[in-house]
Nanobody, 121 residues
Framework: EARLVESGGGLARPGGSLTLSCEVS????????IAWFRRAPGKDREGVSF????????AYSESVKGRFNILINTVTSTVLLHMTSLKPEDTAVYYC??????????????WGQGRQVTVSS
């Protein structure tokens, strides 16, 4: 059974760091793009970052570029999102997703359950 399970996140102060982890099972990472999306309160879900191993594509949204880092570990089948210099506007539920890549969530066929990240002083 294909599954994505997120862990990590939680509460951080502005300027702090957090890491999200996505454990991938039932799919071959080389065949998919893996992305992180987020949904802030009252807003639509938006793409944060994605990586596609088969062509080396890595992308970040303008709002997180230079602060967040996506890392796929094919040995442990885990995808990490390292988040630094966190801002209150990063507060959201973060989702791991597997699919064909890009910023359109319609391009992703498998989703995790979501993980809360709260940035507050």
């Amino acid at each position: 059974e294909a599954r994505l399970v997120e862990s990590g996140g939680g509460l951080a102060r502005p300027g702090g760091s957090l890491t999200l982890s996505c454990e991938v099972s039932g799919i071959t990472l080389d065949h998919y793009a893996i992305a992180w999306f987020r949904r802030a309160p009252g807003k639509d879900r938006e793409g944060v970052s994605f990586e596609r191993l088969n062509d080396g594509t890595i992308a970040y949204s303008e709002s997180v570029k230079g602060r967040f880092n996506i890392l796929i570990n094919t040995v442990t089948s885990t995808v990490l999102l390292h988040m630094t210099s966190l801002k209150p506007e990063d507060t959201a539920v973060y989702y791991c997703a597997a699919g064909f890549g890009g910023w359109d969530e319609a391009g992703y066929v498998l989703w995790g359950q979501g993980r809360q990240v709260t940035v507050s002083s």
